[in-house]
């Protein structure tokens, strides 16, 4: 069963870019389909898209294409999520994901990373 | 877009039975997923394709879909159960996935 670690939180400047990391461990890296959820504070969860590294296929929503990018690195089993030219809307926890029992769902979590975007 | 329409609060007293509705149109022909989400923690998933529990979750805990509404009912409510709810489905046209706003449950 693979798990999911990610990095700490981070302040940035408006107009910055945050890189944030999230570390599989176990099960299998390569197979593993993982997406991003943000939730900003006192708000919902938001599905960002996601990162198939098996097909090297990355899909974002209409609100983050062009300025979100989700990578892997197969050498360390780690995620990637970059968000670029932040503004203060962009504040809130970012969650890596993935399916277990079925790709419709997300079993796995990571425990969030939190972005706060402040000048 | 598909929206999913969730009550923002739902109270209820310990040992009684809460319902949280998740509405969609025709969500009945969608599975519905459910999620925990206590704070400063990420979701949990405790309800999936409707009505199966996940790893771990009592059976107080049940979902059904019917029309344009999901339910997850909890039964026997214990303070620990106190927590943000949210539904969550997968389109299939625009192989996205949304999530309703999410139905805080205050266990009175």
């Known amino acids: 069963q693979v798990q999911l670690v990610q990095s700490g939180a981070e302040v940035k400047k408006p107009g910055s870019s945050v890189k944030v990391s999230c570390k599989a461990s176990?099960?299998?890296?390569?197979?593993?389909?993982v997406n991003w959820v943000r939730q900003a504070p006192g708000q919902g969860l938001e599905w960002m898209g996601r990162?198939?590294?098996?097909?090297?296929?990355?899909n974002y929503t209409q609100s983050f294409q062009g300025r979100a990018a989700f990578t892997a690195d197969k050498s360390t089993a780690t995620f990637y999520m970059e968000l670029r030219n932040l503004r203060s809307e962009d504040s809130a926890v970012y969650f890596c994901?993935?399916?277990?029992?079925?790709?419709?769902?997300?079993?796995?979590w990571g425990q969030g990373s939190r972005i706060t975007v402040s000048s | 877009s598909y929206v999913l329409t969730q009550p923002p609060s739902v109270s209820v007293a310990p040992g009684k039975t809460a319902r949280i509705t998740c509405g969609g149109n025709?969500?009945?022909?969608?599975?519905v997923h459910w999620y925990q989400q206590k704070p400063d923690q990420a979701p949990v998933v405790v309800i999936y394709?409707?009505?199966d529990r996940a790893s771990g979750i009592p059976d107080r805990f049940s979902g059904s879909n019917s029309g344009n509404t999901a339910t997850l009912t909890i039964t026997r409510v214990e303070a620990g159960d106190e927590a943000d709810y949210f539904c969550?489905?997968?389109?299939?046209?625009?192989?996205?996935?949304?999530f309703g706003y999410g139905t805080k449950l205050t266990v009175l």
């Open positions: 025709n969500i009945e022909t969608r599975s």
């Open positions: 969550q489905v997968w389109d299939a046209t625009t192989d996205h996935y949304f």
């Open positions: 994901a993935g399916p277990t029992l079925a790709p419709i769902f997300f079993g796995l």
């Open positions: 176990g099960g299998n890296f390569n197979t593993f389909i």
């Open positions: 394709y409707d009505r």
């Open positions: 990162l198939i590294p098996v097909l090297d296929l990355a």
